[in-house]
C-alpha cells in the first residue's frame, strides 16, 4: 500500500504563471491523482521566473520523477490526469517502485 506520509505529487511553478489558466488545471489534475493513489501533493511555487509546471513523483528521500512538464501552453485538467495516470502506470513496472506495483490494478481502473 502507498504510504501517504513518504510518497506525494509535487508540483513545481513560478509565482507569476497565471493561477487559473495554468498552474489550477495542472495542479487540480494533480491532487486528483494523488486522491485516488491515497498520496499528499505539495504546491510549490518560485519567485523566479520561468514558464514551465512541473509535476513530480517523490517517495521519501529520493529524487523526484518527473511526470510532466507543461511548456507554457494552457492546460486541460483531463489530458494532464491521463498523462500522470500513463506515467504512475509505467513508474510501476520499476523494481526500485515495488509500492506503486500494488497500486497498478487500481491506476487502470481510474477514469
Do not use: W
Not at 520561468?50 to 486541460?76: A, M, Q
Not at 485538467?77 to 502506470?89: G, I
Not at 513496472?93 to 506495483?101: G, N, R
Amino acid at each position: 500500500m502507498l504510504d501517504p506520509q513518504t510518497e506525494k505529487l509535487l508540483v513545481y511553478a513560478s509565482s507569476f504563471a497565471s493561477h487559473a489558466q495554468r498552474l489550477k488545471p495542472v495542479s487540480a489534475a494533480a491532487e486528483k491523482m494523488a486522491g485516488q493513489l491515497k498520496m499528499n501533493v505539495e504546491v510549490k511555487t518560485f519567485r523566479k521566473k520561468f514558464t514551465p509546471i512541473y509535476v513530480y513523483y517523490k517517495r521519501g528521500d529520493e529524487e523526484p520523477i518527473p511526470l510532466y512538464c507543461s511548456h507554457g501552453e494552457e492546460s486541460n485538467a483531463e489530458d494532464v490526469y491521463a498523462t500522470l495516470k500513463n506515467m504512475m502506470f509505467v513508474l510501476s513496472f520499476h523494481p526500485k517502485h515495488s509500492t506503486l506495483k500494488h497500486a497498478r490494478k487500481m491506476i487502470m481502473q481510474f477514469s
